[in-house]
Structure formats: C-alpha cells, structure tokens
C-alpha cells in the first residue's frame, strides 16, 4: 500500500525528492526466503537426511470384504442391488435371533440342516401361496 502511494505522489510531483520511509528503507525483508517475516531462519536438524521407512496399512478382513462388496455393488443394476439389500435384511434379522454370524465357531450345520430345513419351509409357503391364489380365481 505504501509503494503504491509513493508511486502516486512520484507520479503527481515529477522531479521532487520522496522521502524515505520505514517501508521503502532498503529491501523488502519478505523477499528474501531466507529470512521470512524479516527473522533469520534456524538450520534444519541433521537427522532430516534419515528415510522415512516405508510403512503398509494392514487390511483387516473385514476392510477387505467391505470393500469387495462395495465394488461388486457399483456394477450392479437398481433390481440386482433390491436383492443384495433383501439377503442384507435377512442376515440383519438372523443376528437378531442368533446373534452375530461368526462362520468358524457357529455350530448350526448350514448345508445339512439349516438350508434344507429352510428350502422345506419355502416349498411350504410358495404351495399355500399358489393354492390360495388358485381358490381366488375360481371365487
């Protein structure tokens, strides 16, 4: 601000001697890097030279799965995702009744028994389904 007033008054008074003021007194500490603000600058510790070693974020299992899901999930159309999100609330809903699904130590026998007690039980509703809609449209 004080060089651009210097320069008006230069240009309004040509040939007339500016005085010198605190600003205009020699070089502009901030243009000097060495010396921002005008104060010296410390030397830099030695023990910058060291490597930074090289560090890897360990993936937890659950990282890797989350993120496994998400990218099978951005390729996915609006009715393939409607049935990710029902299998979803289904597993939602078993940790209700059963608590969190840990594979090694669950001892529900999943091929054997659950899913084929699950299968009859569907074979069930889907028959009383069809049989209800088949009275319906006799009525």
Request: hydrophobic share 35%; glycine share 6%; proline share 10%.
């Amino acid at each position: 601000m004080v060089e651009v007033q210097a320069a008006v008054s230069q240009a309004e008074h040509p040939g007339e001697e500016m005085p010198m003021s605190e600003s205009n007194e020699g070089p502009n500490p901030m243009s000097n890097p060495d010396q921002p603000n005008g104060a010296p600058m410390p030397e830099p510790p030695d023990d910058l030279d060291e490597p930074i070693p090289y560090t890897v974020r360990t993936l937890t299992p659950y990282d890797v799965a989350r993120a496994t899901l998400t990218g099978i999930a951005c390729e996915l159309g609006v009715d393939e995702l409607r049935v990710l999100v029902r299998i979803g609330e289904r597993l939602k809903a078993g940790r209700t009744q059963y608590g969190r699904l840990h594979l090694a130590t669950d001892p529900r026998t999943f091929r054997s028994t659950e899913a084929r007690e699950e299968l009859e039980d569907a074979v069930v509703y889907f028959a009383c389904a069809w049989l209800k809609a088949e009275t319906q449209e006799v009525a």
